[in-house]
């Protein structure tokens, strides 16, 4: 065994999103969000499960904070429902949601947890899909007023801020192959979208460094395609079709945010899906502010190929590439059925160091679902979680190598706190490191959570 110790300055807490553990979606003034009406459309989540109630956290958010502040968490990202602070995306801001909000933060203080505020996780107000959605420029002028009335309020509070969480999912997952909600399947609308996220970031950060507390940080959480080589692709088909999705999954944000262009490839390559004329002269420089650091979201890497042409061509993610196929790469897995591969998050953080040497990073969001089993003793209810915990230490081990290797590494936030509805695997799947008893809402920590406590604690990692 060896022990690896994490600097003092390294920060380890956990992460949530609004849809996925507030409940509440009719209190407090809250209007309806795309979530809300994709989750009660038929067909569209696993056994017709939606957020209405999700974990409660809206009701129960002191006593969350109470298990967070049990486990020492150092900090905790959560996301603000838009449809909480503007029932309609657009006016002035709902009091009562501004209100839940400084509670929430004044109980993270309060606690000695550092809160890291997400603007957006995907719950756009429906009101403003109603009148186009992404695809609009509109959406992005809105949310930058949006931004701005949130870090009024909460400015002098809330000192870490990100604007977008996973904006390729919002994207491509919502509108290009309907996946997500609000369910479109329209490979230009999901170019458009993407370019208007990118809008609304370049938009909002000057508003949040207008309003916020001079020392706070800005940031962008983005998940990105680490792929593998396929032993059976031919090296220089597998190079093309890696590029392919580097453009599209990762250089879409990336290159505009932190090099303040569209690369021409990508253009090239969606040429045949759009014209891009929803991108205007100034738009670019517009998105390209100065970040304080990346948020980088991990999960596994995929293998990809080129699939033989056949029949139509198929509307779904990777505008402009029907032909990518995505393959499954060797196990284990986890019940997400994705495969485990810690060394590729050690990758993906060097390179991005190398690309973006300027540029921190922290990992906002890692994790895996298992499927967990509660057993009883003696009126003590357990969850041995091995493999969550095994998964844990790997990935924390890679994220420790990266640092020795001279990443600028600011943090860790495990996901998921709470297990909570996992967007259209419904409540399917569970993340959290502590258990939610969806019925009786009884929370447990799972011995993955008292693994992260004893992390924190001693700032040791003991590895094979």
């Not at 962008?220 to 593998?228: E, V």
């Not at 969606?270 to 738009?283: I, R």
């Not at 969550?388 to 990935?395: G, I, K």
Request: aromatic share 10%; net charge negative.
């Amino acid at each position: 065994m060896a022990t690896l110790r994490f600097p003092s300055s390294f920060v380890i807490g956990s992460a949530t999103a609004s849809y996925q553990i507030e409940g509440g979606v009719h209190e407090g003034g809250r209007g309806p969000s795309i979530w809300d009406t994709f989750s009660h459309t038929p067909g569209r989540v696993e056994n017709g499960d939606t957020g209405d109630v999700a974990d409660d956290h809206y009701h129960r958010w002191q006593d969350d904070l109470d298990l967070m502040s049990e486990l020492g968490l150092q900090a905790y990202r959560f996301s603000i429902a838009w449809p909480r602070i503007q029932p309609t995306g657009a006016g002035a801001p709902n009091q009562t949601g501004l209100d839940f909000y400084r509670g929430l933060v004044d109980g993270l203080l309060a606690r000695g947890i550092a809160p890291v505020a997400t603007l957006y996780h995907w719950d756009l107000p429906q009101a403003l899909e109603d009148a186009g959605g992404w695809p609009e420029r509109d959406t992005a002028l809105r949310f930058a007023e949006y931004a701005a009335h949130v870090v009024e309020a909460l400015g002098d509070r809330v000192h870490t801020w990100t604007t977008f969480n996973e904006p390729w999912c919002a994207a491509f997952l919502g509108y290009g192959n309907g996946m997500h909600a609000p369910g479109r399947a329209d490979g230009a609308a999901a170019l458009a979208a993407a370019h208007h996220m990118n809008l609304a970031h370049g938009l909002a950060v000057p508003e949040i460094r207008r309003l916020a507390d001079p020392s706070a940080q800005v940031s962008i959480t983005l998940n990105l395609h680490p792929t593998r080589e396929l032993p059976s692709t031919p090296a220089d088909e597998s190079a093309e079709a890696r590029r392919r999705v580097s453009a599209v999954g990762d250089r879409i944000f990336l290159s505009p945010l932190l090099r303040g262009h569209y690369d021409a490839d990508l253009l090239d390559d969606t040429s045949g899906v759009t014209d891009w004329s929803f991108l205007h002269a100034g738009d670019e420089q517009l998105i390209h502010q100065p970040i304080d650091f990346l948020g980088v979201n991990y999960y596994s890497t995929s293998g990809v190929r080129f699939a033989a042409a056949s029949g139509p061509e198929r509307v779904g993610a990777w505008p402009g590439d029907p032909a990518l196929e995505f393959v499954r790469l060797p196990g284990p897995y986890t019940d997400m059925g994705w495969n485990i591969d810690p060394g590729a998050l050690e990758e993906l953080l060097v390179s991005l160091h190398d690309q973006y040497p300027d540029v921190p990073l922290m990992i906002t969001e890692n994790g895996a679902a298992f499927p967990d089993v509660v057993e009883r003793a003696d009126g003590v209810a357990r969850v041995e979680d091995s493999d969550r915990v095994d998964y844990l230490r790997a990935h924390f081990a890679a994220a420790h190598r990266a640092i020795e290797r001279g990443v600028d590494l600011r943090g860790y936030l495990v996901w998921s706190f709470l297990d909570n509805f996992e967007w259209s695997f419904g409540f399917s799947k569970r993340f959290g490191i502590v258990r939610v008893d969806y019925d009786s809402q009884e929370r447990i920590v799972k011995d993955s959570g008292r693994f992260v406590q004893r992390l924190i604690e001693t700032r040791t990692l003991d590895v094979d």
